[in-house]
């Protein structure tokens, strides 16, 4: 386990931060635990962009995370209390992939373009929204009006376009390994995660904190 980091960050005292936001968002039983530190620290590292720390993990500013492990790891209220992290221009959103699904089926593809083309305004200028995907292949493929549609993966296409175009990043959580990926979503969709994120994974053994 890496516990060294050159850095001018006291990364032991975010940890503490982070647990003490994750006990006030989750509940008195939040912990982070110690086998979970390489982990956090890329994280860490990322949200804070620390460029030293980044560089030394191989993780490029200007992707996303892609965060993959099983069920039951944290990878939900990782992210979420990441967020709390960040700065203010780096913020995002969290949405479940699965309330997606269910917005596809009572609004059809009005919600694609919502989430891969919508603008809000900053400053008198059109900025697209930040996001986090989170459990990514949980939802299913649904149909609208007799029409299938792959929902996800419409969504991550359209957030490669913004990402080449506009530079806006996109965040992702998965139970699936690359080769669920590719299963679930298609070649297309895997390739252009690769250079949409940074893929930052625990161990498939990581122990389910649910239990």
């Known amino acids: 386990m890496q516990t060294e980091i050159k ?9 503490v931060w982070l647990e003490k936001k994750g006990v006030e968002l989750y509940g008195d039983h939040f912990k982070i635990l110690e086998t979970d530190y390489p982990i956090i620290y890329k994280l860490i590292a990322y949200f804070l962009k620390d460029e030293q720390t980044c560089f030394q993990y191989g993780i490029n500013l200007k992707k996303g995370i892609l965060l993959s492990g099983p069920v039951g790891c944290g990878k939900t209220s990782l992210m979420t209390i990441m967020k709390h992290l960040t700065k203010t221009e780096h913020k995002f ?19 694609i373009h919502k989430y891969s083309e919508d603008l809000r305004l900053k400053g008198g200028q059109p900025a697209a929204l930040k996001y986090c995907f989170d459990d990514l292949g949980v939802e299913q493929n649904l149909k609208y009006f007799g029409n299938e549609c792959n929902v996800m993966a419409e969504i991550l296409l359209s957030r490669y376009d913004i990402f080449t175009t506009k530079k806006i990043q996109t965040h992702i959580t998965t139970n699936l390994s690359a080769s669920e990926i590719e299963t679930h979503y298609g070649n297309r969709v895997r390739s252009r995660l690769r250079e949409l994120c940074n893929l930052i994974a625990y161990d498939r053994h990581a122990t389910d904190k649910r239990k």
């Open 7 to 15: 850095t001018h960050y006291n990364y032991s005292e975010v940890i």
């Open 93 to 111: 959103s969290v949405k479940p992939c699965r309330d997606i699904s269910f917005e596809f089926i009572q609004d059809g593809y009005e919600v």
